[in-house]
Nanobody, 125 residues
Framework: LLQASGGGPVQAGGSLRLSCAKSGRTFNWRIVMGWFRQAPGKEREFVAAINLNDGTTDYEDSVKGRFTISRNSAKNTVFLQMNSLKPEDTAVYYC???????????????????WGQGTQVTVSS
């Protein structure tokens, strides 16, 4: 089970921190957790991902330098710190997890087996 939270309305230039907690299932040590987003009328797109075991991260180009993905010490929650938000960041944000991904698959939403419910982020100009 993945539980996402932290979305809401924010003005352009502002910040939000999303959280995604996993529970109720044991994954192997290779688990990767990712954030994706989907705006109305658009396909779901990759935002960021992190390997819970070693902390390796990856980001979509448009969020590099503005968003930071991290994990807690218990390695059961990931965070997405979003700074310098822009109106084009408006979307429903989803967290996802899988324990079988290769690095090349991190940005592919179809490669993830487990998804949380979305949390809406609305950035006004």
């Amino acid at each position: 089970l993945l539980q996402a939270s932290g979305g809401g309305p924010v003005q352009a230039g502002g910040s939000l921190r999303l959280s995604c907690a996993k529970s109720g299932r044991t994954f192997n040590w290779r688990i990767v957790m990712g954030w994706f987003r989907q705006a109305p009328g658009k396909e779901r797109e990759f935002v960021a991902a992190i390997n819970l075991n070693d902390g390796t991260t990856d980001y979509e180009d448009s969020v590099k330098g503005r968003f930071t993905i991290s994990r807690n010490s218990a390695k059961n929650t990931v965070f997405l710190q979003m700074n310098s938000l822009k109106p084009e960041d408006t979307a429903v944000y989803y967290c996802a997890a899988d324990s079988t991904l290769t690095r090349s698959s991190w940005s592919n939403p179809t490669a993830y087996d487990y998804w949380g419910q979305g949390t809406q982020v609305t950035v006004s100009s």
